[in-house]
Each structure stands twice: as structure tokens, then as C-alpha cells.
């Protein structure tokens, strides 16, 4: 533990002044005080990136492994005699309690009553917000749009069951079902320079879910990372597309086409560290034609309104539309002729059944990519410099690197991609066609797992628990 504690306070040096990784003790101690308990059991199971969530999933589903990009610390308190406990994520920097799943009272909501039996849309709203307030003592809930959901039984329309909630004139359900489970969104609007709100998935969410008939919560995702974000785009629309189809020429796809409107948005990126959270970011969706003959498909790109760099890329289901006009088809025989090499990196980790795919833009040398030091903690390996000798630290194991794994470029200083891979326990395959590193980590056993720096097991981000949530954060 002694040695655990050290490791885990050497990524501070790496991060803006003022922040500091919290130990392990440090964040029970979060947990203790939201709790009101000062001498309350939390046993710490690991970070959230490598084996935690699916081992949480074989009691629950409604716990998450992706609350921010980077790896957090995950907890577990023990009901005495039951043996169900209460989940929790805490943000190792800030200390911010972003998650909680209470298994035991999940187990038992009721799954049968009568809508009159339920809470009122605007019990649940005080409930979330009596809740969000104890977690968060600052927290303004006249800052958030609010939503009020419920799933809704078979062959009932969705859309009829969630609406923006209005404390001055709540409604009543109207559902034909009773429902167990009451979900409240709150989330903080991004308006454009327009006046036009957009979506966002950068600023402070929170989705709260509650008991329908006692109105107690029993689980909560959600985050309220601070950004620093430039609200005035460096790039116009019309800059961002033209980079969004040469990165899909450079694919040697058919044809490419803008599939307006393109927006202004605020997004978090799966690359992102504490120290860049967040972008404005031009949201443009293309129809792309692998091959003449193939359908059209559907897939979004978010590029950095300031820089150009790709923040995300998401697919879409459906086809697309592509009407090939003799202007369009110029445009993409202008990003195929693009000097814009668009040197991103995409870095597919998978373990068992699940994967997450990170987009960084590596610094090139000879062939080698280096990263930033921050990102380094992307795959749970801490940075520190001592007397001018750099060293890598992953659980108990270290490692110093030579001259040849540091770049120094611009004033800054990048580390070799692959030492920080290997010292993870990753594969590494590369791909130059698809400028994509494959990585999995290989024949790692639980109790290796338990006894590492960080202590306790790691988890793959998922993503199953956001399904529900995807058209009302769109």
C-alpha cells in the first residue's frame, strides 16, 4: 500500500498547476463524507478500464465504465448481511463522486402497482434535486434543461414518454403501465452564437434515477468536469467539412458528400485528458459511397472548431442520401488531392467482447509515434520526471527510458507510444493502411490485477448503460 500510494501521486507534474491526483484514501474519504459516515466500509475494486464493469455487470447493468475518458477509481460499500452492495466512480482529480449504483435497493423495486401508486413528475424532480444538492452543495438546477423519462412498455411510442420538465406547471403521467423506475436527466445547454441551442455532451450532465413509488435514488451517472472552452469557432463551417471528407478520402472511399445542417457543438472526446476536456467542435454528418455500387451509409465527424484535429467519429444507422452535383463532386475531388495528411492515430483497445477506440494526434518520428505525457494516463501508466531522467510507472512495475523514446519538439516533450503500450501489458499490432494500433492486453490473471499500484482490478469503458440516454443528450 505504502508503495501504491507513492506511484499514485507522480502524474500530478503532468497536469495544469493546481491539480493533484487524489490516493486511493483520499477518495473513500469522498465517499464517506456524501454519506454522512465517517468510519463506513468502502472497499476499492480498481480503475474503470480494464475488468471492473464486467464483473460489476454480473449483479448490475446500470453501472457504467466511461464517465470520462480517462481512468477512474471504483468502489464498493457492503451491506452487512446482504450480499449486494453500493457502487461508486470517483474522478481521481477532482475528487468528484460521478457515479453510484445501490444494488440492493435495485433488487428490490417493485415491478408490479398501479400509476396512482407512482410519484408525481415533480416529487421525482425534488427527489433528484435534494440528491444532486447533498452531492454537489453549488448545485443550481435553474442552469439545466430537465427531462423526465420512464421506458415505456410495448407498443408504446417512446417519444411520449419524456418532456422537458417544468417546475412551474409539472405534469402528471399518462402512461397506461405502471413503471418501477424513474429516470431525471438534467443537463446544461450550449446556446451557438446564433442564440441556437445545440447539443453538448461536454458541460455538466446528470442523470438521476429514482424509485417510482418510494422516491428514493437508487443509482447516478453523470459529471461536472470543468472546461475552458473558446466559444468563438477559429474555423468556419465551410473549413471543417472540407477536412471531414479528406479524412474519408484518404479511406479511398467512392464519393463523399456534406449531409447539412453542420453545427456548432460542445463534445467530449475520447481522447480527451484533464488537462484539454472539451471542444467546440463543428458537428458534420457525410454520406460516403465505399464504391460505386455500394449504399450510401451515415457517419458523423466532430472537428475542433480551433485546431482542425478529428475530435470523434460516430456511425450512424440507416443510409444516406447523396445527390452528386457537379459542385460536390468537386469538393471531393479537392479533399482527395488534399496536402492535408490529417495525422491522427486511432488506437482500437479490445478486451473480450467490448472495445473503445481513442483518436489522438501523435508527434511522428522516423516511423514512431510519441504522445504527450498526460496521455500517458489514458491507459493507466503515471509520467515523472526525476533529475531529468523520465520513468514510466504502471502498478509496481517501472520503467526508465533512454534518449531514443523521448522526442523533444517545439519546447515540449513527447514519450515513445509503444513503451507506455508495453508496460500496460498490451499487443500491439499497427496498421499503416487504416492508420490504426491495435491493443489487447494478453494472459492477465486476477490476482496480478489485484496487487498492481492503483490496487484492485481494471475495467473496459462501456457503453450499454447510455443507450436509453442517446436521443435526449443528441
Known sequence: ??????????????????????????????????????????????????????????????????????????????????????????????????????????????????VEEMITPQQAYNSAVEFLRRLRPDFDPSQFVVYTYRFAPPGVDDDQD???????????????????????FFRKPYIDPQGVRRSNTASPIWVVEIDSVTGQVWSFWGRGFPTNINPIPSLSAVE?????????????????????????????????????????????????????????????????????????????????????????????QKAKSSTNKNNFLIINEKQGNAQRSIIIYPQSHKGRFYIRYDQAWLFGVLVEEQNGQVILAYKTKKAKLGSSSILNRNGKKYILIDDILRLAGYEIKYSPKD?????????????EKAEGAIGGTLSLSALSFLGKFLRILA
Open 1 to 114: 500500500m505504502r508503495k501504491s500510494l507513492l506511484l499514485i501521486l507522480i502524474i500530478a507534474f503532468a497536469l495544469p498547476v493546481g491539480w493533484t491526483m487524489l490516493s486511493v484514501e483520499e477518495a473513500k474519504e469522498k465517499i464517506r463524507q456524501f454519506e454522512g459516515n465517517p468510519s463506513l466500509e468502502v472497499q476499492y475494486i480498481g480503475l474503470d478500464d480494464e475488468g471492473v464493469i464486467p464483473l460489476i455487470w454480473e449483479e448490475t447493468s446500470w453501472f457504467i465504465g466511461d464517465v470520462y475518458p480517462w481512468p477512474c477509481y471504483v468502489f464498493a460499500v457492503p451491506y452487512a448481511g446482504s450480499p449486494f452492495k453500493r457502487y461508486y466512480t470517483v474522478e481521481p482529480f477532482t475528487g468528484e463522486i460521478c457515479q453510484m449504483t445501490d444494488v440492493y435497493m435495485e433488487k428490490n423495486l417493485r415491478w408490479e402497482g398501479t
Open 162 to 184: 419524456t418532456y422537458v420538465f417544468n417546475s412551474n406547471s409539472p405534469s402528471s403521467w399518462s402512461w397506461l403501465k405502471f413503471q418501477k423506475d424513474i429516470s431525471v
Open 240 to 332: 471543417a467539412e472540407q477536412i471531414a471528407l479528406s479524412i474519408v478520402a484518404q479511406r479511398n472511399v467512392y464519393y463523399a458528400e456534406v449531409s447539412p445542417p453542420t453545427v456548432l457543438t460542445l463534445v467530449s472526446g475520447p481522447s480527451d485528458t484533464p488537462s484539454s476536456f472539451g471542444h467546440l467542435a463543428w458537428r458534420i454528418e457525410l454520406s460516403i459511397k465505399e464504391t460505386e455500387d455500394s449504399s450510401p451509409m451515415r457517419e458523423i465527424f466532430f472537428i475542433d472548431a480551433h485546431t482542425g484535429e478529428l475530435v470523434d467519429e460516430v456511425f450512424l444507422l440507416g443510409g444516406g442520401n447523396v445527390n452528386p452535383t457537379k459542385e460536390k463532386i468537386e469538393r471531393f
Open 435 to 447: 492508420k490504426t494500433m491495435y491493443i489487447e492486453r494478453k494472459n492477465k490473471d486476477r490476482k
